[in-house]
């Protein structure tokens, strides 16, 4: 038995989705909104940030808070599909990148694009703030230029296969562009492997989400845009 406490457009929540679906792992999702965490959740932590996952199964009770506790936790536990290369460089390179990813997109972005747009369609928020939007725009547009480099020269970030870079990236790129912020002409290359990545099947349950208050962009879950 398998539980997650998550929210639909929080990208820590689809990164930890899109490795369970990549393992092939059945889960039962249970919504808990950052800002109002499931009852459940409040009696395991104290404090939770981002997702909970409660997995009961051969390796006994386990409890796992974070992206990096749980994702680390599954690659161990259920080794028949790999979200890491099997080099120990390699495997180094991605976790490097996955922290990258995660660092710019926490720090500089998603507290203020995605947040603003949450607050707006979720929390009915009255006026956006502009300046937040433009802060968050500029560092954006630095972090898809990054990685739109690092997709000119292989089929994704770290090589020829997809990794937890790739997972984490998409997981946050895929929450922004929901709400198509995104400006995927500038970053072709970029666009192009987020097609690859969309395209897996461990996508499909996320292109399926919609929040009450806001539509999907229009190309939001078109595989080919």
Excluded at 49 to 74: C, K, M, W, Y
Aim: proline share 7%; charged share 25%.
């Amino acid at each position: 038995m398998r539980k997650l406490f998550h929210w639909p457009l929080d990208p820590a929540s689809r990164l930890v989705r899109l490795v369970l679906a990549e393992k092939q792992l059945e889960v039962e999702l249970v919504i808990s909104p950052p800002w109002k965490p499931a009852e459940e959740v409040t009696r395991l932590f104290s404090n939770p940030v981002g997702p909970v996952l409660v997995d009961r199964s051969q390796h006994g009770h386990v409890v796992a808070n974070h992206t990096h506790a749980i994702v680390e936790f599954l690659e161990e536990a259920y080794p028949e599909f790999r979200i890491l290369p099997p080099l120990a460089p390699d495997r180094a390179e991605a976790r490097r990148l996955w922290r990258w990813v995660e660092t710019r997109f926490e720090s500089e972005i998603n507290g203020s694009i995605l947040a603003e747009r949450i607050a707006q369609a979720v929390q009915r928020t009255n006026v956006p703030d502009s300046t937040l939007l433009r802060r968050g725009a500029h560092a954006l547009r630095s972090v898809l230029t990054y990685l739109n480099a690092l997709c000119e020269e292989t089929s994704y970030l770290t090589g020829r296969q997809p990794t937890i870079a790739d997972l984490a990236a998409a997981a946050n790129i895929s929450a922004l562009d929901y709400f198509g912020d995104v400006s995927w002409d500038n970053v072709p290359d970029l666009r192009d492997w987020y097609v690859r990545m969309k395209s897996r099947p461990c996508f499909r349950d996320l292109l399926k989400d919609t929040i009450v208050g806001a539509k999907p962009s229009a190309h939001y879950a078109d595989l080919d845009f």
